[in-house]
């Protein structure tokens, strides 16, 4: 509010000119609030709450929404650590609303839960309400109730207040699917009895063919298949990409992906390649049946999602007609997309024209791809790459919801939805990545996008 302002700078430097604006900012308090009533933060928090509660209201897409107040939310020192309101929309769906006072931000504050405390999480992402969660949790299970039983209030508070444990698990079930600032696709189901030792072969598989390279190094493409399917299959049991097995195994497979065009375009008899904790001499492959248009796409996409700016500098130095002398059989809109993504990276002329170019070349009537493929798999990235470039955050955030919704749909099908490759979307992840470097919040949340992946949390951890 204007008069806090002109308060605190008079305070801090009594001049003329800041009292008379003092005096103006106390006469429009008083004619707007009504004199003699105190000038304090609740104020601005109250307006705050009944503007938010005012804007639901509004909203058609909540319309029928009833905020939840029996019992009350749970009154917290200074409102911290807690909801400012929860409401339940006409499906039974919970949302989240968070209140500003004027000129308030969504601020940020450190995590409790999962991530670790040692990360910060702003007001609106879904990190935010796991944190949110655990504070109440914790509040839950450490103030002792005046009486038992599952409506029991707190002796420490004057008012009827109510915490966590009156609200699980459907309350607590619902925060985590739904708020008003965060979409959540989930991922189509997928068996999960086996999955420690399906890791386990996986693993030993991998670690094979990795140990043959420098004796075989035409094994790269095997190689790279093996190490993303142990990647991908790590996200069964850890989706958000949290534990460091997990990132090995992504540090891995990007490693082998890059070295696949080492090997095929280096001049040199050999090539020294950093691949699973150690550099090794691969012998130069030229071009092999695995080098195509869909190697090279998959290997950006994980240098990307690994920041592994100088790797993908050398994949965007990759000649395009190498690619088109060995992969003719391939439509035309995939070197098209090479060559926007390569323009984009080293900063080349004609960005726009071909990006064009390649989402045109999706059209169904010009592909000679399955058309489910194109249109679910491998157009998506390109339409979320467009709204990076045009730098729109709600066009990017409904981009990436419907290339997560269509990856989900195609993976759904019965005779694809046990296999490993559906688990992640590598081409929304590593574009989702870019969002996020960009500076674009993330307004989506999905096991098909290990959000620790897309933060970059564990970059740095070890030399790559």
Known sequence: MELNKWEKAFGDNPSLENAQKLE???EEYNTTVGEGVSNNSKLGEDLGEEAARRHMLQQKEFEGAKEVDDPPLPETPNGLKRFDQLWRDKDGNLVIVEAKSPNGVLEWRQSNGRPDGTVMVKQGSIEYVR??????????????PSRPGPCATYSSRPTRTFEVLQYSPSILTGLLRRNALVSIIPRHPFPTGNAEAGLA??????????????????????????????????????????????????VNAMQVGSAVFAAATTTEGQVQCRIAHEDRMLQATGL?????????????????????????????????SLLRENSPGFDEFEFAWIDTLQTYWLGGDGLGQKLVAA???????????????????????????HQIVRGDNDGFNRALAAALQWHREYWSEEER???????????????????????????????YLPTVLVTRNWCGEFPT
């Open 359 to 385: 989402i045109d070349g999706t059209d169904p009537q010009a592909v000679r791809s399955g058309q489910e493929v194109v249109g679910k798999l491998l157009y998506p990235p390109m339409e979320m790459f």
């Open 288 to 320: 092999q049946p695995y080098v195509t248009p869909g190697s090279w796409l998959t290997a950006f996409y994980l240098a990307v999602v690994c920041r592994e700016r100088d790797r993908i500098t050398a994949l965007c130095q990759v000649p395009l």
């Open 24 to 26: 103006h900012a106390q």
């Open 201 to 250: 072969v996986l693993q030993q598989s991998a670690e094979g063919w990795i140990g043959r390279l420098e004796g075989r190094s035409t094994a790269l493409g095997e190689a790279l298949d093996t190490a993303l399917t142990l990647a991908k299959a790590h996200c069964l049991m850890d989706p958000r990409g949290a534990t460091f097995p997990t990132w090995d195994a992504w």
């Open 131 to 144: 944190t949110i969660l655990a504070d109440m949790r914790e509040r839950a299970f450490t103030r002792m």
């Open 417 to 447: 939805a046990v296999l490993v490759s559906g688990l992640v979307a590598l081409g929304p992840l590593a574009m989702t990545c870019l969002a996020h470097d960009a500076g674009i919040p993330i307004d989506v949340e999905s096991d």
